[in-house]
């Protein structure tokens, strides 16, 4: 598999297997993963991926708190403005669509939010850190990390789904993690193999046309 076909393979997967991956593989991928391009080689990711008892004594403590706790940082700005809110509601709507759940059924929705605590069924949970002392540009880098290991995971034929809901839960986190005071999680992500028999695995996000967000200058 080559970088455009990884690219193209690559989707958040809402539904697992419970096999899990051999820790050598995952190890393999995460410090493949370090190659991604940082500025000044900051290298600014800690990285924790989580298995068996580890993960299950964690997810049990997310069950025990369905509300979360304070975030450290807005996932989204409020009051979203277009096109980005529109963006963020049809795929919100094309995802729960793929389930049979309608708008107004809030309570089945809040349980499929809810799946997020539990990675999916996932065997493998993978903790994104960094220091909060850094910056923007630091964040950028660590999302470059995070891209790099999808598409790393895609070739390996395992499947990922990136989740910024575990910024809900910064002080359970930081306990399960043992995290330095000075570091923060910025983001969760699910690894494991899908369930091809799972419906809400057939949603594949749009994107907007090249004309809508790029422009060509200076070229014959």
């Not at 695995?201 to 090249?210: A, G, K, Q």
Request: aromatic fraction near 10%.
């Amino acid at each position: 598999m080559n970088v455009s076909q990884a690219v193209a393979a690559r989707v958040s997967i809402r539904a697992f297997k419970p096999d899990t991956p051999p820790a050598a593989l995952v190890r393999e991928i995460l410090e493949a993963a370090a190659r991604a391009p940082s500025g000044g080689n900051l290298q600014p990711w800690r990285v924790y991926a989580l298995a068996g008892p580890a993960l299950a004594e964690l997810k049990a403590k997310v069950a025990a708190n369905p509300m979360g706790e304070s975030p450290e940082y807005d996932v989204y700005p409020p009051n979203l403005w277009e096109p980005f809110r529109t963006r963020r509601f049809q795929n919100g709507e094309d995802l729960y669509a793929t389930i049979g759940i309608p708008r107004e059924d809030k309570p089945a929705r809040l349980r499929q939010l809810a799946r997020n605590g539990e990675f999916f069924g996932a065997p493998v949970g993978i903790f994104f850190c960094l220091d909060r002392k850094l910056g923007p540009p630091q964040w950028s880098d660590l999302g470059m990390y995070m891209q790099t290991l999808m598409l790393l995971a895609t070739e390996r034929g395992l499947d990922t789904c990136a989740q910024e809901y575990w910024a809900r839960y910064p002080k359970t986190l930081a306990e399960h993690l043992n995290l330095p005071e000075d570091h923060m999680v910025f983001s969760g992500m699910a690894l494991g193999w899908r369930d091809d028999a799972a419906p809400i695995n057939t949603l594949r996000s749009s994107r907007d046309p090249f004309e809508v967000w790029g422009e060509l200058r200076g070229f014959d």
